[in-house]
């Protein structure tokens, strides 16, 4: 059992329709984390809410580049994964899923918002230099512990996870409130690369409030 203490939050990353069934990057199964997620957010004192939100013609879409959707590309911060147009800014595929009611979310994170740059981690973008903001305000609030769930594990869940602990924090996945789009081996490497960040692992029914 993990109680859940006051300086714990709860970052929901990109629980949108883009990502659920009929959207335009469905997640498998996306939808399921949704009822997970609104039952986990009751019993949080900090609620964060990330939102993957592009240009249109945003550098990670393959229609931008002439390319089928999945491939890679090579851009001046790295190697890009080309995805299907999405969560384009303002779009209904960029909304929260309709199912998701977490009232008491406090904070919402955009990301992705710059054209030529990525950003899976709620907390750092892909150029590994620009900061979103969220860092500074989990400390101002005090936030020691992060739990972090949400679509995709193996892409933003996981680049949030990691790029938590790189900034200090307690970091704990809750797996049943996740799912994967598993690219390849991408699923089983973004497990490998949390653990050896000291990510740790958790489902929900080991959450219990104070
Ligand atoms: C995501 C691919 C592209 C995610 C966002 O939320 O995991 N994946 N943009
Ligand atoms: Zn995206």
């Known amino acids: 059992m993990i109680e859940i203490l006051p300086n714990d939050a709860l970052i929901v990353v990109d629980v949108q329709s883009d990502f659920c069934v009929g959207g335009a990057l469905a997640v498998p199964d ?7 997620v609104n039952r986990l957010a009751e019993l949080f004192p900090v609620v964060v809410l990330t939102q993957d939100w592009h240009t249109p013609g945003h550098v990670s879409f ?3 580049h002439d390319a089928a959707p999945f491939a890679t590309t090579e851009l001046a911060y790295g190697t ?3 995805w299907p147009d999405h969560c384009v800014m303002g779009t209904e595929g960029a909304a929260f899923h309709p ?3 977490v009232p008491a979310a406090q904070m919402v994170v955009r990301k992705g918002f710059h054209p ?7 907390f750092l973008e892909a150029d590994h230099a620009t900061a979103t903001g969220l860092a500074g305000y989990l400390r101002e609030r005090g936030v020691k512990r992060l739990f972090v769930c949400g679509l995709a594990t193996d892409f933003c869940v996981a680049w949030t996870a990691m790029d938590g602990r790189k900034t200090g924090f307690a970091v704990t996945v809750i797996e049943d409130a996740c799912r994967a789009i598993d690219l390849g081996d991408s ?9 050896g960040l000291g990510v740790e692992r958790a489902v929900s029914a080991d959450l219990v409030s104070a």
């Open 80 to 82: 890009q994964v080309l």
């Open 62 to 64: 393959a229609s931008s």
């Open 99 to 101: 199912e998701l009611k």
């Open 187 to 195: 699923l089983a490497k973004a497990w490998t690369d949390m653990a």
């Open 30 to 36: 996306g939808d399921a984390v949704v009822p997970v």
């Open 116 to 122: 030529e740059v990525d950003s899976y981690s709620a």
